[in-house]
Nanobody
Framework: QVQLVEFGGGLVQAGGSLRLSCSVA????????MCWFRQAPGKAREFVAA????????YSRDSVKGRFTMSRDNAKNTVYLQMSSLKPEDTAVYYC?????????????????????WGQGTQVTVSS
């Protein structure tokens, strides 16, 4: 059983910063590619950022490039999403997700249907 728990959401003013954390328990964290998704009210879930199992490959959606940074600490079984210059349109529930990479060190994916394990989500609200 793999369990993911997100931390760090909250209310912040536009232009502010937050750091989300996602702690993973149950299996070998270093074998997983990780991803952050978000879902705003009334909208479909969307990809935010992804990172490979070896921390060597990251990718983020265009609207957050230069503002959000995803990283991981395999010793702590945790991934992070450092968010800065936040905008009201970043308001959403943020979810972390994990997928097995079967030894592919550099593999990442933006497709939510490729991720087998999900956290419960953490709310991020950016006020204008």
């Amino acid at each position: 059983q793999v369990q993911l728990v997100e931390f760090g959401g909250g209310l912040v003013q536009a232009g502010g910063s937050l750091r989300l954390s996602c702690s993973v328990a149950g299996r070998t964290f270093s074998s997983y590619a990780m991803c952050w998704f978000r879902q705003a009210p009334g909208k479909a879930r969307e990809f935010v950022a992804a990172i490979s199992r070896n921390d060597g490959n990251t990718y983020s959606r265009d609207s957050v490039k230069g503002r959000f940074t995803m990283s991981r600490d395999n010793a702590k079984n945790t991934v992070y999403l450092q968010m800065s210059s936040l905008k009201p349109e970043d308001t959403a529930v943020y979810y972390c997700a994990a997928r097995e990479t079967y030894g592919r060190d550099w593999y990442i994916s933006r497709a939510d249907d490729e991720y087998a394990y999900w956290g419960q989500g953490t709310q991020v609200t950016v006020s204008s």
